[in-house]
């Protein structure tokens, strides 16, 4: 049995808004969400930037006794799934028992962890709160959001670093089709900005150093030095295309493809000619039935590394050929930075609304091409456009290639 499956809502929390609506508008105009961190001190950091939440207001979304029990990503990932939840219409129309939650995190619960660890290492053991475990642990954003809207079905947490929302939402996608479910809460969430992360990546040479959060993350530009760190999160509602048309939901797109493949090469530096990721984006495109002459929009991973940005355009072009002249690609992560487990999911609602409202939003920041990358990257500016299919491509440490394929329906 293979079945369709759509898009019926979509929710998000993001360094460039915290709804849909306003998220999308903020790309559209080129709006950078980064700035220099003010939570906590950077002094004996060499990076003081990141791709932050402003302003979130998770009372909206849970009860204030309820808070102090949930780490930030799980409060993040309940937020954008109750706005995905409320754009779709979804309960009261849905089988509980058909009814699904696919979250993944990159790392779960860190502040969680860090706070208790410390707590322990201070005070010994009676310092460690009893809700350390339920708050920290990886799959908790799914269990919590399962609960809240009483999905009884398909449920998976999926931990792929960099490649996890996209990994969360294809998995869901695949779940619908074989029958599995018909209706699947899917996503990813991340909240990991903190000293410890920043050292972390810092000390790899993962991050950028340039001082100025307006152009330090520069996907795809000469003088691109490292990915900025960011956090949010995506929620999209997938459901099979005859229980969303039977019960007039509206629809954004039909989720057509799905690509899943390892490098297995190295632990944090991709395949150097991209033929891991090119794999994902063929297997991708040929299940959706990418017709020959079909206008294509590409979300690209676009950490703004060299090696990332050097390698996905050789990939691009490995699984496209010509066809990826033609294509529009940008990198979103030059606006919200790199949102690590949630990125995937955030870049594939990016992808659908292209779809949906004929725009491409902009690679920002990128104003000296490099001569070794020559696609088309939208530098700067918004480009109107038709787009018959969208992709979002996206890699993790560990060898993690993913992509997803969305058409206009």
Not at 30 to 48: A, N
Not at 282 to 288: C, F, G, I, L, T
């Amino acid at each position: 049995m293979s079945r369709r499956v759509v898009v019926t809502g979509i929710g998000a929390i993001t360094p460039v808004g915290n709804d849909i609506d306003t998220m999308w508008n903020n790309m559209v105009n080129g709006v950078c969400g980064i700035e220099t961190i003010t939570e906590f001190d950077t002094s004996e950091l060499k990076v003081h930037i990141a791709g932050t939440i402003k302003n979130f207001e998770p009372e909206k979304y849970i009860e204030k006794r309820e808070l102090r029990k949930l780490d930030l990503y799980t409060q993040y990932a309940i937020a954008a799934a109750q706005q995905a939840v409320d754009d779709s219409k979804i309960l009261g129309t849905i089988d509980e028992t058909r009814f699904g939650v696919y979250i993944g995190a990159g790392l779960g619960g860190l502040h969680t962890f860090e706070k208790n660890t410390i707590a322990m290492a201070n005070g010994g053991a009676k310092k460690v709160s009893p809700f350390f475990i339920p708050m920290m642990i990886g799959n908790i954003a799914t269990g919590n959001v399962a609960i809240r809207f009483k999905a009884k079905g398909a449920t998976l947490s999926v931990m792929s670093a960099c490649a996890t929302g996209a990994h969360s939402i294809g998995e869901a996608f695949h779940a619908i089709k074989d029958g599995y479910a018909d209706a699947i809460i899917a996503g990813g969430t991340e909240a990991v900005l903190s000293p410890l992360t920043i050292a972390g990546f810092q000390n790899i040479k993962a991050l950028s150093t340039n001082p100025d959060p307006t152009c330090a993350s520069r996907p795809f530009d000469k003088n691109r030095d490292g990915f900025v760190m960011g956090e949010g999160a995506g929620m999209l509602i997938l459901e099979e295309y005859e229980h969303a048309k039977a019960r007039g939901a509206k629809i954004y797109a039909e989720f057509a493809g799905y690509g899943n493949t390892c490098d297995a090469y190295h632990v944090t530096a991709p395949e150097p000619n991209g033929e891991g990721l090119a794999r994902a984006i063929k297997v991708a495109v040929a299940e959706a039935g990418v017709a020959d002459d079909a206008q294509i929009y590409i979300n690209a991973h676009g950490t703004s590394t060299h090696l990332n940005d050097l390698t996905e355009t050789m990939a691009i072009k490995s699984a496209l050929g010509d066809k990826a002249y033609d294509a529009n690609i940008s990198s979103t992560k030059s606006m919200t930075g790199h949102m690590l487990g949630a990125t995937g999911a955030v870049e594939a609602i990016v992808a659908v609304l292209a779809i949906k409202n004929g725009i491409i939003p902009p690679t920002i920041s990128l104003n000296e091409p490099d001569e070794e990358l020559d696609l088309n990257y939208t530098p700067n500016k918004a480009v109107k456009r038709d787009v018959d299919v969208a992709l979002s491509t996206n890699l993790g440490f560990g060898g993690h290639d993913a992509c997803v394929a969305f058409k206009k329906i």
